[in-house]
């Protein structure tokens, strides 16, 4: 796709450029689209922020980020002297008028300096606090008028709830017009993520048995080794449904279950997807622990170090009633998915950092072999390995050679780091170049967001309403706690221990 275009000139209008998002994940994106000659010719990179920090140490602070956080770690000195040079400091109070009108000058002087109109991306890479008040900020100085070159990129959390939701997205919709507004889903620019489309859509053979005739069940998992590190004043509001189901999950999942686009268009998209989430069925309140499970971890072992609880984390209170462990059980009513189960499972401090999805397929309708060959019998199964592995496994039965006739469970397997040589670009490298180009299609729209909280606000509300009693209530290093295994198992069905390596994953 990126051959194909480059984006027109563009101002790229950094909020929060001192902070860590800015200096961890933004910078270095930028840096590697300049690098494979993706940005424009000329680019400008204005990093705003409440204190002065001047050009040269701005640079230098983001020649740091860079070197540590860019998938290619130290960049040239040539080719950072070249791209550093574009990089300008401006002071800014996000609650002064006086600061925007300096901005709108500032921009014009710069399109001015090129001979015409260059695309301006405004990026909040600021607390959501501050989302308000610079959307409001960028409106009253005339900065958001432009529908067609001017665009607003913001950061999750959008809200706490439904209603604070709403709140921010009034605000933002006060000044900028939807199409204008990209919503970042960091999961949505994975390549693996982007290729359950193409391997749904870009092959006949999947779509015949992508329904309730042929699948069981589907298992989302996303599972980190990773505890809340620095993170904890934040987490300790979020905790795993907001942080990871709200958005991350419910997005593979739509991915998952929507109906084939007509076009691989924006809204289009968008319009299948939110199909799905309108299509969850209902979590009732006085049913949520038949649908959801949660869990917080307390000490344990991983990989050969011990690690504190949760409750021991920098910045948690020590009796938080914070899940970092959040499994679900949702039903797509329609046409295709009626009584299917999708499980969800996100967790922190698990035995391993994976993220896959697996398609449980139906068992045959009669079994022919001898019951002796088929002890070893497992189900067929797809599993979309998101990472680290990042590929395609479909598991099926063999025959072992010889005699007497016995049947095992075998792989097939497609990988995209054997199937194509090239670096894998980050996540953020293909969000901001989409938004450079203005394409939407793997940002967020409001209405998904929106049917995103609607969805977990009674599961939200019953856990707020009813502090766990067992917390701590899994080992860090395990794999969650027992009323995720029970949620499934209400079912007939267990986890599966996910895809590690190149071993089978086994029932457990
Ligand atoms: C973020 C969450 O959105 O996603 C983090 O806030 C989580 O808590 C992260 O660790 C996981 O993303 P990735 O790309 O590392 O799988």
Not at 43 to 61: E, I, S, T
Not at 152 to 176: H, M, T, W, Y
Request: aromatic letters at 10%.
């Amino acid at each position: 796709m990126k051959a194909a275009m480059t984006p027109s000139d563009t101002l790229f209008i950094l909020f929060g450029a001192g902070g860590d998002l800015s200096w961890r994940l933004v910078v270095p994106a930028l840096f590697n689209l300049f690098l494979d000659g993706h940005l424009p010719q000329r680019f400008k990179l204005l990093g705003v922020d409440r204190a002065d920090a001047g050009d040269a140490a701005l640079a230098a602070r983001y020649l740091k980020g860079v070197t540590e956080n860019s998938r290619r770690g130290a960049p040239p000195a040539d080719a950072w002297q070249s791209f550093s040079s574009n990089i300008h400091a401006i002071k800014l109070d996000a609650t002064e008028a006086e600061g925007f009108k300096q901005l709108a000058k500032a921009l014009d002087a710069h399109e001015a300096e090129w001979g015409g109109k260059a695309e301006r991306v405004f990026y909040l890479a600021t607390p959501p606090s501050l989302f308000e008040p610079i959307a409001l900020g960028l409106g009253a100085a005339g900065l958001a008028q432009d529908r067609e070159h001017v665009r607003l990129v913001v950061e999750k959390p959008l809200g706490n709830d439904l209603q604070s939701f709403r709140e921010i997205n009034a605000a933002l919709c006060r000044v900028f017009e939807e199409r204008q507004l990209f919503r970042i889903d960091h999961f949505l620019g994975k390549e693996t993520v982007q290729n359950i489309l193409a391997m749904r859509f870009a092959n006949p053979i999947f779509e015949p048995i992508w329904n309730r005739r042929y699948v069981d069940h589907v298992v989302i998992t996303a599972a980190e080794t990773l505890g809340v590190e620095q993170r904890g004043g934040y987490y300790e509001h979020a905790g795993a449904l907001r942080d990871m189901v709200q958005n991350h999950l419910f997005q593979l999942l739509c991915l998952v279950a929507m109906e084939p686009p007509v076009a691989y268009d924006a809204d289009d998209i968008r319009d299948k997807k939110v199909d799905v989430l309108h299509a969850l069925r209902p979590i009732p309140h006085d049913e949520v622990e038949t649908y959801a499970a949660r869990g917080q971890y307390a000490e344990g072992w991983i990989q050969g170090e011990q690690r504190p609880a949760y409750r021991a984390e920098p910045h948690v209170d020590a009796h938080s009633n914070t899940e970092t462990y959040a499994a679900l059980k949702l039903y797509v009513d329609n046409w295709r998915w009626q009584g299917v189960p999708f499980y969800l499972r996100t967790g922190k401090r698990l035995a391993a950092s994976v993220s896959e999805i697996s398609i449980r397929f139906r068992d045959v309708p009669h079994r022919a072999f001898p019951v002796a060959a088929g002890l070893n019998a497992q189900p067929t199964r797809l599993v979309i390995q998101l990472n680290p592995e990042q590929g395609i496994v479909l598991k099926f039965m063999a025959k072992e050679p010889g005699s007497p006739l016995r049947l095992s469970p075998v792989d097939m397997r497609f990988s995209y780091k054997e199937a194509f040589q090239a670096d894998t670009p980050a996540a953020y490298e293909t969000l901001l170049w989409d938004v450079m180009v203005g394409d939407a299609t793997l940002f967020m729209r409001a209405d998904q967001v929106e049917a995103a909280w609607q969805l977990l606000m009674p599961v939200l509300d019953v856990w707020a309403a009813n502090p766990a009693v067992n917390f701590p209530n899994y080992a860090a290093g395990s794999w969650g706690p027992e009323a995720a295994d029970l949620l499934v198992a209400r079912d007939g069905h267990s986890w599966l221990t996910p895809t590690l390596s190149k071993d089978s994953a086994h029932e457990r």
